[in-house]
């Protein structure tokens, strides 16, 4: 008989410090600030409270060793070898990684183990990959005399500011590519989850990236961030998080000019017809919102579906959202963790307070439960007979809470999908994959699946249309947009 696999344990984490010019460091200040696991409720590290000193210290080392150091002239090969290496030291470490993720998060250790920590290490590989092939050209000029060539270059440094939720994924998603165009690093992950972000700048200094050239600062938002924003020598503010605060960085690095992309907020439409698998639909349905307990900038946030089977689908789905597992993230059969934090948790709870209040009928969940009398779960939430037009339908509530609305015809689904100031995700469930190809074209959102949700590859490029922001991580686009274009004129007379 196989041995059961032993479950993973929380971990005594030690204080998190900053990392400057390839040394670790307390905050000038001295200041720490804690974090605390959802799932207990209880602190578990201190991590460094920096400030505008301390990004001003990181940004003068990347600046430096883009300037000085060997990063950006390195061979392409070399480099290459280097992000490998990273690559190969998250997939040792991805027990560690997954602990953490759970500890901060509050994801569970299985989706994570099995789907997120690939796709990082996933990242390094083929940006590593593909810049290998970065390439210049060669152009006509009017005059026989003369040439042209274009090559690319690195934009210099790179200011990476992440969310609260997927923390390691969307850091790797711009720190890969960064690296891998010749760019030095300066990352700042959300105050609430900077776990991983701790273990990955360790895995910088493993894997021999040279001094400076990757740096981590932790901090607020509002003092640090916005002091790494308006940092003259920063080149590229790379950022994923709300929209409010993508407007407020747009306009803060007006004054110095940055490069920006912006990974920002959605309200995804799912649409469902009649024709799909109705089982496979509403297994994607489920998870296109309850994964990560809908903690996902592009979950299936409005459910569309066609009326001859709207009852079936909303009772299908009340039945599997009663019988979700809630609990320790770290258990393998738990299938929701807790919210990651008191202030996100609050905020859900008072959007289903306003589905309540709303005409939509409350069909599932809506209550909060505590797991051995602790932690911030919140039930998978369905409401049903819900309008686009609700406050539910029309603002992101980034926690497990489906509005379900229906529609008669094609052209209807369409118009309620496009409907939102937001363009992240969307998705169509339909036994006509013409069907499903017609409307793709007509959806307004930078992705679009089709009978299926959550799938992502670094190859594919993701990002936003409309409030939910452009720019494009992942994929060749990704790598261009961390590069910029020389163009040098010969004159052979
Ligand atoms: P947030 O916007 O509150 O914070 C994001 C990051 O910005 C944090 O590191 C924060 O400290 C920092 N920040 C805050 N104020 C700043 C300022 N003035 N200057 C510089 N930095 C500042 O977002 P959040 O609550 O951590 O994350 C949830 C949001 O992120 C949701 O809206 C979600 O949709 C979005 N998100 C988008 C994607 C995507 O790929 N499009 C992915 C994940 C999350």
Known sequence: MQAAAAVPQRRSIPRGQLLINGRWCDASSGETMPTFDPTTEEKIAEVAKGSAADVDQAVAAASRAFEEGPWGRMHLEARAKLLFKIADLLDERADDFA???????????????????????????????????????????????????????????????????????????????????????????????????????????????????????????????????????VDKVAFTGSTAVGQNIIRNGADTLKHTTMELGGKSPNIVFADANIEAAVQTAFWAIFWNKGEVCVAGSRLIVERPIYDEVVDRLAKMAENAILGDPLLPETQVGPIASKAEYDKVLRYVEAGKESKARLVAGGNTRRVNGKGLFIEPTVFGGATNDIKISREEIFGPVLPVIPFETEEEAIRIANDTPYGLASGIQTGSMARALRIADKIKAGTVWLNMWHKYHPSAPFGGYKMS?????????????YTQYKTVWANLA
């Open 99 to 233: 602990i953490r993720e759970a500890m901060d998060m509050g994801m569970p250790y299985r989706d994570f183990r099995d789907t997120i920590m690939p796709h990082c290490s996933g990242l390094f590989r083929f940006f590593s990959g593909l810049a290998m092939q970065i390439s210049g050209g060669y152009r006509q000029s009017y005059e026989p005399e003369i040439r042209i060539f274009t090559r690319r270059e690195p934009l210099g440094v790179v200011a990476a500011i992440t969310p609260f939720n997927f923390p390691l994924a969307l850091t790797c998603s711009k720190v890969a590519p960064a690296l891998a165009a010749g760019n030095t690093v300066v990352h700042k992950p959300a105050s609430d989850t900077p776990l991983t972000a701790l273990a990955l700048a360790q895995v910088m200094l493993d894997a021999g990236v040279p001094e400076g050239v990757y740096n981590l600062v932790t901090g607020p938002g509002s003092t640090l961030g916005d002091a790494l924003v308006k940092h003259p020598l």
């Open 469 to 481: 922001g452009y720019g494009r991580e992942q994929g060749p686009e990704a790598l261009e947009s």
